[in-house]
């Protein structure tokens, strides 16, 4: 296994995050404990989990998981335990959002499922756009994404005086250690630091975002606004959602899986598994070396269902990719071409 400092932080982790939302979903306890186990035995030490996982109404069945897991005994020393906040645990007006009276029972509340003391990285699963999680919830029917129109009398959510006041609350007590965040903008990254470089507080050192050779948004902003932060970029989705491990067509598995092709995905993909069949590695191997090669991403979180999948991810981490290869891998994904405002304007 290959090491690297999270972000600006002095902590060392894996160049490969084990991500447990499947557990208790897709696996189940007895899996994933075997999953957790395979991951210690491979000296993967960053795992990352979140309130919502595993059951979105709030009963913190992942973090429970892991909790029944690190009871056994031996194990919470030897990992580096992210875990997440924002969406509703509860049906209270106060049980989402960012503020620091949530943060603080959100925070309790996973260490006891987690049965630890302290969570390594506590990180914001969202922005706080002071939208009401009522309506938040309302934004996917069915699995799919419906567009709201939101009031514009609402509040325009937590402010970042509030936010770190609930972060040293949390750091002081001994219950958190780092920040971080996910699915933030370039732009929040840049005023969060901001903000706690007036407190004296470290800030953000770590950000989930999207980020695969099939969507490349984040090389237009994520990405600078990483590396002149000194935040690590942790990557969700490194797969594209089975579209770079094989896993979806345009015909009925695409269909199952809610994520089908359209015909020119159907064409990027088949070019990709000829080109990575040329080299003899699998493509999901191949999309992992690819984000792991960036010197901005500090791990791609891979979401294992069994320990096959985990065994195979770890083959990425010795895999070395040359130029030439990186080029035709621009060539069937072209990226922006450039961070903003060079990739669109002189």
């Given at each position: 296994?290959?090491y690297?400092q999270?972000?600006?932080?002095?902590?060392?982790?894996?160049?490969?995050?084990?991500?447990?939302?499947n557990?208790g979903?897709?696996?189940?306890?007895?899996?994933?404990?075997?999953?957790m186990d395979?991951?210690?035995?491979?000296?993967?030490?960053?795992?990352?989990?979140a309130n919502?996982y595993?059951?979105p109404k709030?009963e913190?069945?992942?973090?429970?998981?892991i909790?029944?897991?690190l009871?056994l005994?031996g194990?919470?020393e030897?990992?580096f335990?992210?875990s997440?906040?924002?969406?509703p645990?509860?049906?209270?007006?106060n049980?989402g959002?960012?503020?620091a009276?949530?943060?603080?029972?959100?925070?309790d509340?996973s260490?006891?499922?987690l049965?630890?003391?302290?969570?390594?990285?506590?990180?914001?699963?969202?922005?706080?756009?002071?939208i009401?999680?009522?309506?938040?919830?309302?934004?996917?029917?069915d699995?799919?994404?419906?567009k709201i129109l939101y009031?514009?009398?609402?509040?325009p959510g937590t402010?970042w005086?509030?936010?770190w006041?609930?972060y040293?609350?949390?750091t002081?007590?001994?219950?958190?250690?780092?920040?971080?965040?996910s699915?933030f903008?370039?732009?929040?990254?840049a005023q969060?630091?901001?903000?706690?470089?007036?407190?004296?507080?470290?800030?953000?050192?770590?950000?989930?975002?999207?980020?695969n050779?099939?969507?490349?948004t984040v090389?237009l902003?994520?990405v600078?606004?990483c590396?002149?932060?000194?935040v690590?970029?942790?990557?969700?989705?490194?797969?594209?959602?089975g579209m770079?491990?094989g896993?979806?067509?345009s015909?009925?598995?695409?269909?199952r899986?809610?994520?089908?092709l359209?015909?020119?995905?159907?064409?990027?993909?088949?070019?990709?598994?000829?080109?990575c069949?040329e080299?003899?590695?699998?493509?999901a191997?191949v999309a992992?070396?690819w984000?792991?090669s960036?010197?901005?991403?500090t791990a791609?979180i891979?979401?294992?269902?069994?320990v096959?999948q985990?065994?195979?991810a770890?083959?990425?981490i010795?895999?070395e990719?040359?130029?030439e290869f990186?080029?035709?891998l621009d060539?069937?994904f072209?990226g922006?071409?450039?961070?903003?405002p060079e990739?669109?304007?002189?």
């Amino acid at each position: 296994m290959i090491y690297t400092q999270l972000g600006k932080s002095g902590v060392k982790v894996s160049k490969l995050c084990l991500g447990t939302m499947n557990f208790g979903s897709k696996c189940d306890e007895k899996e994933s404990f075997r999953i957790m186990d395979r991951a210690l035995e491979l000296n993967i030490n960053f795992f990352d989990t979140a309130n919502r996982y595993g059951d979105p109404k709030g009963e913190g069945i992942t973090e429970s998981i892991i909790g029944r897991w690190l009871a056994l005994g031996g194990r919470r020393e030897r990992i580096f335990l992210a875990s997440k906040f924002f969406g509703p645990m509860g049906s209270g007006a106060n049980d989402g959002n960012l503020s620091a009276y949530h943060m603080r029972q959100a925070c309790d509340d996973s260490l006891r499922r987690l049965q630890t003391d302290r969570i390594d990285l506590y990180q914001m699963h969202h922005i706080d756009r002071g939208i009401p999680h009522r309506l938040a919830d309302l934004a996917f029917v069915d699995g799919n994404k419906e567009k709201i129109l939101y009031p514009p009398h609402l509040s325009p959510g937590t402010r970042w005086p509030e936010i770190w006041q609930g972060y040293e609350q949390l750091t002081g007590a001994g219950k958190i250690i780092y920040a971080g965040s996910s699915n933030f903008a370039a732009w929040n990254i840049a005023q969060a630091n901001e903000k706690a470089l007036a407190r004296n507080y470290l800030g953000l050192i770590s950000e989930q975002s999207k980020y695969n050779l099939a969507q490349r948004t984040v090389e237009l902003e994520m990405v600078p606004v990483c590396r002149e932060y000194q935040v690590g970029l942790i990557c969700w989705s490194p797969l594209a959602g089975g579209m770079l491990a094989g896993k979806l067509d345009s015909s009925d598995s695409g269909r199952r899986s809610g994520l089908q092709l359209t015909p020119r995905q159907s064409e990027q993909k088949e070019r990709y598994e000829k080109l990575c069949a040329e080299i003899g590695e699998a493509p999901a191997v191949v999309a992992l070396a690819w984000l792991i090669s960036n010197p901005v991403v500090t791990a791609p979180i891979i979401g294992p269902r069994t320990v096959e999948q985990l065994e195979s991810a770890v083959r990425a981490i010795e895999l070395e990719l040359d130029d030439e290869f990186m080029q035709k891998l621009d060539e069937i994904f072209p990226g922006p071409g450039n961070q903003a405002p060079e990739a669109y304007a002189w």
